[in-house]
């Protein structure tokens, strides 16, 4: 990695603490780790929750690359440089999951370094944390204290339901501030983008119209 992307590295496993205290709070043990991995499927998020699997005695991460008809998610075998980007590794059963934060943003070649989240307050990080680790109960079907209430709840948004389930089980859980203002976040990052290549999944537009929305159920709960 080049100096500025390892800057930026370095930030993000500074904010280890924060992980952990959002790990905390939403009740997630070791199964769940922290890092920065080189690759993200969708090119306009900030992170994503990653799997790693252990095969045949070997760690292997994903590799995810954006084609014609949509991301491709391979696994090839961790390298150094994956082992530094991993900060806090998980606890294994033959896989686990990290919440990645990527520090490129931007689809295909014409990804940039998001030197912004540099000087983004502490409350934006949160966010991101909350709604991965809201992400992750949703993904393993964790249980937790708002199983029964959240379904109900979901159905007043049934317009965005399955993108915005993440963001409503975070605000039950207290992150509604930290979610509003990663949510502005991105709207600040995604204004500075041009219109992406066709094998984009979304335009720039698109993303932030849907991030508008996200913010709009978050605010109403």
């Known amino acids: 990695m080049d100096a500025n992307e390892a800057r930026l590295v370095e930030y993000l496993r500074g904010k280890t603490d924060l992980f952990l205290g959002a790990r905390s709070a939403f009740g997630i043990g070791n199964a769940l780790g922290y890092g920065s991995l080189t690759t993200i499927p969708i090119p306009y998020t900030t992170a994503c929750v990653a799997d790693i699997r252990c095969e045949e005695g070997e760690v292997k991460v994903p590799h995810m690359r954006n084609t014609i008809i949509g991301p491709v998610i391979k696994y090839r075998e961790m390298t150094e440089e994956d082992g ?33 989240l540099l000087t983004a307050p502490e409350a934006v990080v949160e ?3 909350a709604h991965e680790m809201a992400e992750y109960l949703k993904l393993t079907g964790t249980l937790h204290p708002f199983s029964e209430q959240l379904p109900q709840l979901l159905t007043r948004f049934d317009d965005i339901r399955g993108q ?14 930290q979610l509003i203002s990663s949510f502005k976040y991105d709207m600040e990052r995604l204004a500075t983008y041009d219109e992406g290549p066709f094998m984009a999944s979304m335009t720039p537009e698109e993303v932030m119209q849907q991030v ?6 978050v605010s109403s709960i």
Do not use: C, W
């Not at 998980?90 to 990290?98: A, D, K, V």
């Open 84 to 116: 530094e980007r991993i900060f806090i590794f998980p606890e294994m059963n033959g896989t686990g999951h990290i919440v990645s934060v990527y520090p490129r943003m931007g689809p295909g070649e014409r990804q940039r370094m998001e030197e912004k």
């Open 127 to 129: 966010g991101i944390f």
């Open 164 to 177: 915005t389930e993440p963001d409503v089980l975070a605000t039950l859980f207290g992150y509604r501030d």
């Open 212 to 217: 508008r929305r996200r913010m709009e159920v």
